[in-house]
């Protein structure tokens, strides 16, 4: 946080998420699950698909007719272990959660679970859903398709998607170990941050829209992109562009609707789980977890490199800590609040 | 290639191969299956996974004991989508060939198979294994622990496996989708490729012993170790650190073994499929495939920088042209390569 920031209850921004959306016609108990998810975004310091994006993303969307807010998700084809569910183009939260249990069931049943689903809409972070499988002693795994945004290796210009990888699994005590990441070198939403604070960004991030190099993030704003994780052919860049086709390959194209470089105004994901005690009791894998984090914090450290930290970990931290504190956010994104509250004629509330 | 380099035949040294195996005590079928999985690994160009290392790799320890050239493997847990293969420190290339039948056999039930492979030992490229899912039409999914040649965000020493991730998709004409890459900037392999050729590294690949950064690649084999992919925590190493864990929760954890970083002597791996037809027909997913790769193709390029090219489609052609042409080899390797038949006494015959 900065000096600047608000600090808002938890608990409060919670119901005036939730209010917003049951003014656009979510129904209540989908209202509140994406509420929940929105601001355990926020709680865990995932800015960047917090409420900032509630008016944007989803409320606006859903009164331009864009999004709906009653889907009718129905599967189109199954086995015991896998599944198609068609979004209806609903608020992909609604669809993410209805998806995630539906592979959760199935990998109760047959030991690994996996639903691809096609038109479906934004479903802001990974990692809620995979931690939805984690609560339940299974791996989890969640991807979806991000905006066209990034420039492929050798590439000039955005041509696919930020396609976003999360994985979560239980650990015994604590937070779970959650990795989630968009499979480009950072999130448009990092761009974003700093167009917002006004900073610039580090070499090796964006290309502006002339295909040129460029620290100013408002570049990305104007017809640059971003590149892919790796950054270079000599670092890598095929590795995170062909990550990115795979997170295509099982949301795009397993779930039928194409892949993100071809898919024009909606998205896909795929979910999956996988049931821990159909491979070894769970306290024994949480046990090897807890080892293998151990083991990693006590390898040697550069000097001023601080301690090792493991995914999900800072994220853990901060939830606990900002359920009861508060959650920081920058005065523009509680102005959106405000205005959002206004314009929909709700109780603001913060 | 280089002006050195030796042509050999494919055949000839797939013979090779599975003669100094049978001679050490593999079976006749498991020998030629391991040597159609290195010297394919050879036709595709993966020069770092290929007969470089069969003597050292694989050979000699089965000499010394260390790996099993008669493993009992067998299933210490099931359920319908998944299972655990102990290896019984088996060859990585039997047992590998084995747990991903197994994990395609669960597929063809139930639409999705997993099987976590403890006490193995190095198994080749990965994309071999995914391959033969995707030669079903499956998405193939293989992934093992490496050697602890890799340096933490902010470490100073080697201290977790290059962990590895390849996935596989079939396409309709030519060669399937294969991503198969290290969590690591490169692969270890790289860097010895250079050492052998006496050329230098990129910045930003690999720190020496003292853990400053450097561009001699003999500094890896003195005490040094190789970045995670991203490279700094500016450029995302933190993601590559993170994939490495879930390939460390998938293949270590899953299986009992332990992580990469407290794994001492053995490999563990992790196989998996999902059946296309589960989810849509595969003529579909053929065409989809194939609409993805044409619109990537289709973005704007660089200036001077070529033809995007899509993960396996360089070692589709590259194995095509070597079966009919032959495979380069460096002369080191030709040489380790006499040098093993002469000491096994078997006939040399390249």
Redesign the interface.
């Known amino acids: 946080m900065t000096e600047q920031d608000i600090i808002v209850d938890a608990a409060k921004l919670l119901n005036l998420t939730a209010r917003a959306l049951q003014k656009v016609g979510v129904p209540e108990v989908d209202a509140r699950i994406t509420a929940d998810m929105l601001v355990t975004t926020d709680l865990r310091g995932i800015e960047s698909h917090g409420v900032a994006h509630l008016a944007a993303f989803y409320v606006r969307p859903i009164r331009d007719g864009h999004i709906n807010p009653t889907p009718k998700t129905r599967l189109t ?6 599944a ?1 569910m068609d979004a209806d183009r609903g608020l992909g939260f609604v669809v993410g959660h209805r998806a995630m249990n539906e592979a959760i069931r199935r990998a109760e ?6 639903v ?1 689903v096609p038109n479906s809409t934004h479903s802001g972070a990974g990692s809620y859903y995979a931690m939805m499988a984690a609560a339940r002693d299974m ?1 989890g795994i969640a991807m979806t398709t991000g905006g066209n945004i990034v420039i ?6 955005r ?2 998607g930020s396609n976003v ?1 999360a ?1 979560a ?1 239980p650990r015994g005590d604590g937070p779970p ?1 959650v ?1 989630d ?1 968009a499979t480009s ?2 999130a448009a939403g990092k761009a974003e941050i700093a167009a917002r604070r006004g900073t610039s960004v ?1 070499e ?2 964006i290309l502006d829209a002339e ?1 040129r190099p460029s620290t100013d993030p408002r570049a990305f704003f104007t017809g640059g992109g971003i590149l892919p ?3 270079d052919l ?3 860049s ?6 990115a ?2 997170v ?3 949301c ?5 609707a ?2 993100s ?2 898919q024009k105004g909606t998205f896909s994901q795929f979910y999956g789980a ?3 005690d ?3 009791p769970a306290a ?2 949480k046990a ?2 807890e ?2 984090e151990q ?2 914090k006590a ?5 001023g ?2 301690e ?4 999900g970990e800072i994220e853990g931290e901060l939830e606990r800590r900002r359920r009861a504190e508060g959650i920081p956010l920058h005065p523009a994104v509680v102005q959106s609040l405000r205005d959002m509250a206004k314009e929909l004629e709700i109780d603001y509330g913060l």
Chains 1, 2 share one sequence.
């Open positions: 084809s199954e086995s015991p272990s896998t198609v049943s047959t030991g690994a679970g996996f691809a791996v492929p290796p050798g590439g000039s210009k041509a696919y990888i994985v699994a170990f990795l990441m070198v950072v580090p090796g991030w295909g994780l790796g950054g000599e670092h890598g095929y590795k995170g562009f062909g990550l086709l795979v295509d390959i099982l795009g194209l397993l779930s039928g194409g892949a470089v071809v996988l049931r821990i159909a491979f070894l024994q894998f090897l977890l080892a293998m083991a990693l390898a040697p450290r550069a000097e490199a601080g090792l930290r493991i995914a």
